[in-house]
């Protein structure tokens, strides 16, 4: 799964010239908290805050959210909570990086993915506005979103039996478009990242608590062996 991870410098390609003063970096992004995402709107990329917790349309009230930070590549065409936004709500998370914890002995240990030379990426999305229960409509409405995963690669493996789905740049196009319909090419694209494209470290355990936030949370550290 991916359950937490950071956004320190604002990807250039997405983040308007106008809006890059108030871009404030971020080492501990969590569920439930507002995320930086682009979708489509008029034909153009579009920067949204967005819930991270995808709420459906049809869910009774926003609690799902909490049980739907992500969604499995695999099943993503059959399971009804990510069906329809997989058609035609996709949308690209923005990251620069990634947490996972690795089991040992009776703790886990936290280790930092990213790219070579921290250089920023997207998560494959989905998004999806409630209106709130049936019957009880919101005044404003909430806007959503889950981060896809999928098998992890050989990188990841060492840590993790999962990983986000990172996309090629050369794919944001198609993935964006909520009229290209072929599920089949789309859903091909929702594989592990290139391990050779990647590293990871230990940090610490500041990083466990989600109101921590800062360069602490990144810091690398060094792993003691256990004896047997």
Known sequence: MCGRYTLRTAPAEFWPADQLALFVPRYNIAPSQPVAAVRQHDGRPQ????????????????????RTINARAESITQKPAFRSAFQCRRCLILADGFYEWKPDGKKKQPYFIHLHKDRPFAFAGLWERWLGPHGNRLQQPIESCTIITTVPNQLTSQVHDRMPVIL???????????????????????????ADAMESYPVGSFVNKPSHDGAECVTRVAVQKRLI
Not at 169 to 193: G, I, N, T
């Open 168 to 194: 090629h740049p050369q794919d944001h196009a198609s993935w964006l478009d909520p009229e290209f319909e072929d599920l089949d090419r789309l859903q091909a694209l929702l594989k592990p990242f290139d």
């Open 47 to 66: 920067l949204a805050q967005l819930r991270w917790g995808l709420i459906p349309s049809w869910s009774k009230d926003e609690k799902i959210g909490y």
